[in-house]
């Protein structure tokens, strides 16, 4: 496996007395898509949000691209990361939600096109050509003159994926992305995830229910339980032969419901 | 004195409150922006004025306030040899702005802290500052809502103003006494006040209205 891009050493997250991740080993090599499965509340998200910096770690070391994430260095070794080296550390990340989170005082091609222009300085023109390159891909050509609550669940997830990817991160992050979808939905963010994971160079961590996506586009699924990975592999390792009986019910149940 | 002879008098009152509260509602509003968002600042300095200054200007009373300005701050300043007199005009507009800008940064603070978290989320994840997240994200979307309150403290800025008249300002309210003093007409002086009133009333809220229709276009968007 090549040098990881993600890394997490012993990681600890929790709020008060409990803990969500318990001393989490983690990596996800350049290129490596990886999908989390497990059940409600065993830390799949907190993975995700301590990666793209929207929760703090309390013990542990998180790495992106070799370089800490949540420490700097500073006089006497690491110091906790400031506001400077989180901003240049992000730059790296995008995350889509499961709850879309688009700006709904903005136009589509505005919700693409305001980061582009104010966080990396990106010209009027430049923003719009991306975006509309972007719109393209996700199929929304058509929408860009159109605010969020006019668009269906699925489009305005797609606009979601589109916004993260403007900022042209290396790793993808994307938690439960159409776990808020009606079902007929589903299938139309699934194929624009699909169409991303055929990019080579682009890191993807997918958290998700679907599992016979997952098994389509990952490198790797990690099932997390009780704040840590209980057990990981292939997708055909753990979908048809997961060595652990945690896995095994957890599988049937989602299978079976 | 027939009634129609009161109108002129009390027009010329009618204009200076019109002035009166248009002017005092933009200082508040800008108050109302300053403090509602210094409220919510990192620096305790600027947290703390903020407060200070909404508390003092929301627990004492507007006529206290105006008396303050233009009665006891010409005195202080002439204890620190500052010639600090100001006209009753001057008096009246920044009274009734500080007033009315201290339970406006309530409403603006109030309107910014009801904005989703998942919305600073996205814009976390996009990498934008906190500035960049506060007047392109947060103030946007928070501002429609901020309108309907904004509405009402106008109007009541607007009535507010008649305290003006106690500090000799001309206003609607000092013309009516004028004339009372001199007809000793108060029915009628006084049923044309009150309808002036509500007349301004009236055109301010819909004046109001449109403002709110026009910040928040983008939440009845529907195709
Ligand atoms: N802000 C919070 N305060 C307290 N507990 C939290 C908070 N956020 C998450 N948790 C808890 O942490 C656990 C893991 O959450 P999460 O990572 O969202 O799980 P998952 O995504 O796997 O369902 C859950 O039990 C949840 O209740
Ligand atoms: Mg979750």
């Not at chain 1, 009606?182 to 169409?195: F, R, T, Y």
């Not at chain 2, 009166?20 to 403090?35: E, K, Q």
């Amino acid at each position: 496996m090549s040098e990881p891009i993600i890394k997490f050493e012993k990681v600890v997250k929790s709020y008060g007395n409990y803990r969500v991740l318990n001393d989490l080993d983690f990596e996800v090599a350049r290129g490596e898509k990886v999908t989390i499965i497990g059940p409600s509340g065993s830390g799949k998200s907190t993975v995700l949000r301590i990666l793209m910096t929207l929760e703090k770690i309390n013990g542990g070391v998180v790495s992106v691209g070799n370089e800490p994430l949540w420490h700097e260095k500073g006089p006497n070794g690491l110091i906790p990361a400031r506001e400077a080296h989180l901003r240049k550390m992000r730059k790296q990340l995008g995350m889509v939600f499961q709850q879309f989170n688009l700006f709904p005082h903005m136009t589509v091609l505005r919700n693409l096109t305001e980061a582009p222009m104010s966080v990396l300085g990106l010209s009027k023109q430049d923003a719009r050509e991306r975006a509309e390159e972007l719109l393209q891909l996700v199929g929304l050509s058509d929408q860009a003159q159109k605010f969020p609550n006019q668009l269906s669940g699925g489009q305005q997830q797609r606009v979601g994926i589109a916004r993260a990817l403007a900022m042209r991160p290396k790793v993808m992050l994307f938690d439960e992305p159409t776990s808020a979808l009606d079902p007929e939905l589903v299938g139309e963010v699934l194929n624009v995830i699909a169409k991303l994971a055929e990019e080579h160079d682009l890191t993807m961590l997918l958290v998700t229910h679907e599992m016979r996506f997952a098994r389509e586009v990952s490198d790797r699924v990690c099932f997390f339980d009780q704040g840590n990975i209980k057990e990981q592999g292939t997708p055909d390792e753990l979908f048809t032969n997961p060595r652990e009986e945690r896995t095994r019910a957890f599988l049937k149940a989602v299978l079976e419901g | 004195m027939p009634w129609f002879d009161y109108l002129k008098p009390l027009a010329d009152g009618a204009w200076i409150t019109v002035q009166l509260t248009v002017f005092s509602t933009i200082l508040g509003a800008l108050l109302s922006f300053i403090f509602g968002i210094g409220k919510l600042s990192d620096n305790w300095a600027i947290r703390a004025i903020s407060i200070a200054y909404i508390e003092v200007f929301r627990g004492t009373s507007l006529l206290v306030q105006l008396f303050w300005l233009y009665f006891a701050l010409p005195i202080a300043g002439d204890a620190i040899g500052l010639d600090l007199r100001l006209p009753p005009v001057v008096a009246g507009v920044a009274a009734l702005g500080l007033n009315i800008g201290a339970y406006g940064a309530e409403v603006v603070r109030g309107a910014i802290q009801a904005v989703t978290p998942s919305q600073y989320e996205a814009a976390t994840a996009l990498n934008f500052t906190s500035r960049q997240t506060l007047w392109k994200i947060s103030l946007p979307q928070a501002i429609p809502e901020m309108m309907p309150s904004f509405g009402n403290l106008a109007v009541q800025n607007l009535k507010d103003t008649a305290l003006a008249s106690l500090i000799s300002l001309g206003d609607l309210a000092f013309r009516a006494e004028q004339l009372r003093n001199y007809t000793q007409d108060s029915t009628t002086i006084y049923t044309i006040v009150l309808l002036m009133y509500f007349g301004m009333a009236l055109v301010l809220t819909a004046m109001m209205r449109v403002l709110e229709a026009s910040v928040g276009r983008w939440r009845g968007a529907r195709s």
